[in-house]
């Protein structure tokens, strides 16, 4: 494999001067520029990422573990985390925990083995005392870890007020919450927080159902889902905790003979692209997902920089109209 | 940070020993190993990969490109590759290239400046030259690239037999094929081949419509699709190439108020989680994606390890029967 040393030959400048042009630094004229880049082409020189890790103590990956990769909501958002931090000309190292504690520690002992810059963490569900000498930046996304440099969350209480809100607004007056799991506690609670407020407010009837870790981990609500849906026949508006819980409430509905929007309107959350596949598409609470993964990509690149980041950034979630609960345009 | 001589001075052991231990060479007493493990807890000591990989001019990373991480048979497929890759102890770095030639080169380098093991490929769609001197192994999934040290496909062509024959056996007439992209050749093109042999040897009349990468890449088909349904009302069966067009498939003959599957059966490929989570569920063709995950990574370890393995591996798919196209159960 060529080397630096091989460019430098080949175009007849010093080391010094092709490693300035290779590392962005001090002067460099456009000439020996484009010298040294037909000379790496033509010698199919690449630089070496782990020699110079080695020397920086750190290299240009970055970990990212979550519970899942193939669900919807993690797979857009490790999309959007490699896309950001492609710009900063960072790699992503993936790591799949399947909620599993054990495998987050042994993850995060890869990480450390692999000197990368930082991690990014969207699993693990307890506070850590591994986690707290770390010596690398770690950032959550949606998840509570105490001992993390930083959190990047979405305004979970007010997107629980928006669906509570828009289900009374488009005429549902009997509301259930299928909430997150009943083990973690996790910033995504706050839905029900927010879903609660709204309904007492309203002096709204409302019953909260938590879902369990064995559900979330699967992604199979039918059975609970039907079960739900027979004991409380009244109900006319529901709110889901995800799409995927939605549009598993679309299709018992559909068994149940029940109408929707005009029976059961319902209103999903994160707004991935399950919300449009589905017949009717669900109406769901869109997480700002680019701009979390933007956050977190900037603050772990930041800390590891020794700059200070903010312990908690929350950004804002909006509502996205479809066809399981939309308000009927009034004809004039 | 703790080095292995700090490890070494903890454990009153050689520094050779200690390195013995840690890559599991010759005898060692469980009285030393276990003296090794806790000195390294105590001491906070992790294995530089880094400096591992600098001397043996490989890492324990595997590079994985895909054309959209955020798609469910990619997300499904990188979920298992992680899988698939942690048990031989290699990890992920993970690569977008959104279906950008140009994109991929960059990453194909960047591999490269990283030392991966190798590249398992599911993007790209042309032949390049650039990869011909690549010096490690590339393997594709699901991509023509005569360039890659091997191919691991689904039988796509038995894919589309299977399709034909089950929506002929079901009861439909008029059959349409949704194809793969018309700009790009694919292994997946083979479905249409299957699909159209079982068409003429049944004498079942038949059209093929293919999409664009446009189309593929935006994951939006529901103008095309009522284009389509409009232009071929008495079509009955329709065989898409993805789950995610038979989805939409469903949305527009539902406003279409065509009735799934009595006016209209549909089969899916792929047998992703969406095949679950629409109304009807739809039958879907599985392509063996646990099985196509693990071959690729043993047949990269192997050509890495300089063994050699087959140029191309076809491995069988199957019916998943759901509610878009099924057999009636006859009453006796």
């Given amino acids: 494999m060529a080397t630096l040393k091989d ?3 080949e175009t007849g400048l010093t080391v010094t001067t092709v490693s300035r042009i290779l590392n962005n630094r001090g002067y460099i004229s456009e000439e020996s520029r484009k010298k040294v880049h037909e000379a ?17 103590r750190s290299s240009n990956i970055i970990g990212v573990i979550v519970p899942h990769i193939n669900k919807p909501y993690f797979a857009e958002m490790i999309s959007n985390l490699e896309n950001e931090a492609k710009k900063k000309k960072y790699n992503i190292m993936l790591f799949n925990s399947k909620s599993d504690d054990d495998n987050e520690l042994k993850y995060i002992d890869m990480c450390k083995s692999n000197r990368v810059a930082g991690v990014i963490m969207m699993s693990g569900s307890f506070q850590l005392d591994e986690f ?15 001992c993390g440099t930083a959190s990047v969350e979405c305004d979970n209480f007010h997107g629980g007020e928006i669906a509570a809100r828009h289900l009374i607004e488009c ?11 009943s083990e973690t506690e996790m ?17 709204t ?18 059975e609970f889902l039907t079960e739900v849906l027979t004991e409380y026949p009244d109900v006319d508006g529901v709110f889901a905790s995800s799409d995927i819980i939605a549009a598993q409430v679309i299709q018992i509905a559909n068994t149940m003979g029940r109408k929707i929007p005009d029976d059961l309107k319902i209103v999903g959350f994160d707004d991935t692209y399950i ?8 109406t769901s609470i869109k997480q700002p997902i680019k701009e979390m993964a933007r956050t977190a990509i900037s603050f772990l690149l ?18 996205n109209e479809r066809e399981t609960c939309f308000k009927q345009v009034s004809e004039s």
């Fill in 275 to 282: 919300a449009s596949l589905t017949c009717p598409t669900i």
């Fill in 302 to 319: 930041d800390a590891a920089a020794g700059k200070v980041v903010p312990t908690r950034m929350i950004l804002p979630v909006k509502l």
């Fill in 171 to 181: 005429g549902a007056t009997k509301l259930l919450h299928i909430s997150g799991v």
């Fill in 132 to 146: 707290k000498d770390l010596n690398i930046p770690l950032i959550t996304i949606e998840r509570n870890l105490e």
């Fill in 7 to 9: 460019v430098a030959r």
């Fill in 40 to 56: 790496m082409k033509k010698l199919d020189y690449h630089p070496n990422e782990v020699a110079r890790a080695l020397s920086k």
């Fill in 187 to 203: 910033p995504a609670d706050e839905r029900a927080a927010g879903f609660r407020k709204v309904c007492e407010e309203t002096d």
């Fill in 205 to 222: 009837w409302h019953r909260e159902i938590a879902t369990t870790d064995k559900q979330y981990d699967s992604g199979e609500y039918h």
